[in-house]
């Protein structure tokens, strides 16, 4: 029996569901990377770079090569550039929502500036 599709995109999104897999992405999506030029970017070891490179690897989202020592990637489909494009998109209007929510809330119910406010005395 195959895979339902819902389960792969559910597992697709799991691979997508790391910090330095989705920075790693967003880097390869403006170019090709090789794995020096990356390191600085990302803030993490090369050990942990590595293994996020392959987890992305092995989903198929990236390919390497090798040119003498060192290894370069790319992404396997400007597709992927598209969702982050597309995710970033969502973040921004959601994220714009809870601010005028935000706004709303602050002109409704003003603070008391935490300086003024009452102190009740033990007694």
Known sequence: ?????????????????????????ELLSQRE???????????VEASSLSQQLAVLRRAGLVTSRREGTT????????????????ARGILTSVLSGQAGLLTDLNEQY????????RRRRAG
């Open 1 to 25: 029996m195959p895979t339902p599709l819902h389960q792969l995109k559910a597992e697709f999104f799991k691979t997508l569901g790391h910090p330095v897999r989705i920075r790693v992405l």
């Open 33 to 43: 990377y090789s794995v020096a030029e990356m390191l600085p970017e990302v803030n």
């Open 71 to 86: 290894v370069y990637y790319e992404l396997t489909s400007a597709q992927v550039a598209e969702l982050l494009t597309v």
């Open 110 to 117: 003003p603070q008391t500036p935490a300086g003024s406010r």
